[in-house]
């Protein structure tokens, strides 16, 4: 069975442009996190999709969007890159609908070095 | 405010020793606890949990305890082996959105030959 894809794994932009990530989740999981991890923050949660609806959020500026499609794939989008953004950013998914440990699988992540 | 605290940003242990790693919680709405295990590189694996209505769980080598009165959990490896090095990071899920993780700030363990 295949991991959580993401892509791209590395990329640069210049402040105040935007970006688009994606991340394809493993067969049959309806469930896509985003996670920001930072040197000293951990990771912090951005957003979960479900089956196409946002259903939770974390604390994060308006700048950091996201959506699922109907296939489960999930993209996240910055825009107005700040320096501040430069991270890496996780995807991860879960194949359970109702309440469950919160057990996710990620990807590898896609690593944005803002400039 | 950092719900979720890991305040020891390494630990390094001989193989064969055991490893205990701590984490501490503000919120007593927290469901389960976690840890994920990370290289570098690589995304987080999941290794274990526990639910906040138990006060141990095992699994192999691994094995995690919860003190719900001190708010405060543990993660014991025994024996470590070198191949246990990496980045651990305790998470604590949220009653009601259990895929909205809280994480600490991970400690790094080294565990040497």
């Known amino acids: 069975k295949a991991g959580v894809t993401q892509t791209p794994r590395y990329l640069i932009k210049t402040r105040g442009q935007q970006v688009t990530l994606s991340c394809s989740p493993i067969s049959g999981h309806r469930s896509v996190s985003w996670y920001q991890q930072t040197p000293g923050q951990g990771l912090q949660f951005l957003f979960e999709y479900f089956s196409e609806t946002q259903r939770n959020k974390g604390n994060f500026p308006g700048r950091f969007s996201g959506r699922q499609f109907s296939n489960s794939r999930s993209e996240m989008n910055v825009s107005t890159l700040e320096l501040g953004d430069s991270a890496l950013y996780l995807c991860?998914?879960?194949?359970?609908?109702?309440?469950?440990?919160?057990?996710?699988?990620f990807g590898e992540g896609s690593r944005l070095t803002v400039l | 405010d950092q719900q979720v605290k890991q305040n020891s940003p390494s630990l390094s242990v001989q193989e064969g020793r055991i490893s205990i790693l701590n984490c501490d919680y503000t919120n007593s709405m927290f469901d389960y606890f976690l840890w994920y295990k990370k290289y570098p590189a690589e995304g987080p694996t999941f290794l274990i949990s526990i639910s906040s209505i138990k006060d141990k769980n095992e699994d192999g080598r691994f094995t995690v305890f919860l003190n719900k009165s001190a708010k405060h959990l543990s993660l014991h490896i025994v024996p470590s082996q070198p191949g246990d090095s990496a980045v651990y990071f305790c998470a604590a899920s949220v009653r009601g959105a259990t895929n909205k993780l809280i994480f600490g700030t991970g400690t790094l363990l080294a565990v040497q030959p």
């Open positions: 991860a998914s879960s194949g359970l609908t109702g309440p469950n440990t919160g057990e996710l699988f």
